[in-house]
């Protein structure tokens, strides 16, 4: 991870996109008041949501799987479908 702050960021923003594009480096980007950003290249990010949506997906799993421990399911038989 790289930081640096806004005018030298905004004095080579070029060179700092390329930097998190090609090297897939998060460059945080410091702000007065604590309003930090992060820049990262688009590959990274879309990484980032994939994994966010599998935590959520396993964490859905894995209630599910403790509902029918706890016996907390309804059964039907294909029968009872209409």
């Known amino acids: 991870m790289l930081a640096v702050n806004y005018s030298t960021l ?3 923003l070029k060179s700092y996109c ?3 594009t090609d090297s897939e480096e998060v460059v945080v ?3 007065k008041d604590e ?3 992060v820049l990262m ?3 990274q990010y879309n990484e980032m949501l994939k994994q966010i949506n599998n935590s959520q997906y396993l964490k859905l799993l894995q209630k599910a799987i403790e509902q ?5 399911v309804v ?3 294909l029968n009872d479908l209409d």
């Open 10 to 12: 905004r004095n080579s």
């Open 68 to 72: 029918i421990k706890n016996g907390d």
């Open 18 to 20: 390329d930097h998190a």
């Open 35 to 37: 309003k930090n950003v």
């Open 29 to 31: 980007v410091t702000r």
């Open 41 to 43: 290249s688009l590959n």
């Open 75 to 77: 059964i039907k038989h």
